[in-house]
């Protein structure tokens, strides 16, 4: 029980800091927190003899990277 009580409280956290930086970046304008997490779920990476093929991110997945203030995969 204590380790699901340990995963609830720290997704807690997760959701809320991802809340405040969508307030803060007002992505909540253009998507909900679902359409965040889903289109990051959209994410495609392959690997063909041993060479990663990443491919394209949308519009939406370049805004959420910028916004999180973090590099985008190549």
Same mark, same amino acid.
């Given at each position: 029980?204590?380790? %699901? +009580? ?5 997704? @807690?956290? =997760? ?7 969508? !307030? ?10 679902? %359409? +965040? ?5 959209? @994410?495609? =990476? ?7 093929? !990443? ?10 990277? %910028? ?8």
């Amino acid at each position: 029980m204590q380790n %699901k +009580l340990f995963v609830g409280f720290i997704s @807690l956290i =997760l959701a809320a800091h991802i809340h405040k930086v969508m !307030l803060e970046k007002e992505l909540y304008k253009r998507m909900t927190m679902k %359409k +965040l997490l889903i289109s990051l779920s959209k @994410l495609r =990476l392959q690997i063909i003899n041993g060479n990663r093929i !990443l491919f394209p991110l949308t519009k939406d997945q370049k805004a959420i990277y %910028k916004a999180f203030n973090v590099d985008e995969p190549v």
